[in-house]
């Protein structure tokens, strides 16, 4: 029953060992290098971030709640909300003049890639052989001229929105 293995069968055997045995090495250190970057990562964490407990009675938890439902955000995330605000002197804003601010900024995103468009094709259509042209009167300074009056549309309306949520903040 014992049958000696061949000489080539006992290489083969030895070199199919010698190279799995090389593989689960490898993986052996890539796994130690992995553990080692996850220990050192938390181990930083704790020095980088801090968690913070509280107790508040359930009326300012329940009041905490409600802002946090009217302006859409977690009961946490209306804490620091208001935390930050009150750090920095600053109004929260209501969920409306939030949005109201995304569009505006988002809007002057837009106004400032059309100005940068309308300004390239003013200087190719208002060149001349060596000097440029002032344009006057022309479709370009015209659409120029309606985006800056919809940014100053867009602008006062916020501002209204703004001085209006003030003074409901105040009880005016």
């Known amino acids: ?17 010698l ?3 090389e593989a689960f090495e490898r993986e052996k250190a890539k796994e130690a290098s992995k ?6 990562y938390w181990q930083g964490y704790a020095k980088r971030v801090k968690r913070v407990f509280g107790t508040v009675s359930l009326e300012d938890f329940e009041a905490a709640k409600e802002r946090a ?17 009150y750090r920095e002197q600053t109004q929260l804003l209501s969920p409306d003049a939030e949005e109201n601010q995304k569009q ?25 052989p060596g000097r440029l042209v002032g344009a006057t ?20 309306r916020f501002s209204v ?12």
């Not at 505006?104 to 060149?127: F, Y």
């Not at 929105?161 to 005016?172: H, M, R």
């Open 137 to 156: 009167g022309n479709a370009i300074g015209e659409a120029t001229a309606e985006r800056m009056e919809e940014l100053e549309r867009l602008i006062v």
């Open 104 to 128: 505006l900024i988002s809007e002057l995103r837009r106004i400032g890639n059309n100005l940068n468009q309308l300004t390239k094709q003013g200087h190719v259509q208002q060149r001349e």
């Open 161 to 172: 929105q703004l001085d209006t949520s003030e003074q409901d903040d105040l009880g005016g």
């Open 1 to 17: 029953m014992n049958n000696p293995t061949s000489g080539v069968g006992r290489a083969l055997a030895q070199g199919l060992r």
């Open 69 to 85: 439902e009217a302006s859409g955000r977690t009961v946490w995330g209306q804490i620091w909300a208001e935390s930050q605000a």
């Open 19 to 21: 190279s799995s045995d």
């Open 35 to 40: 553990a080692a970057y996850r220990r050192d």
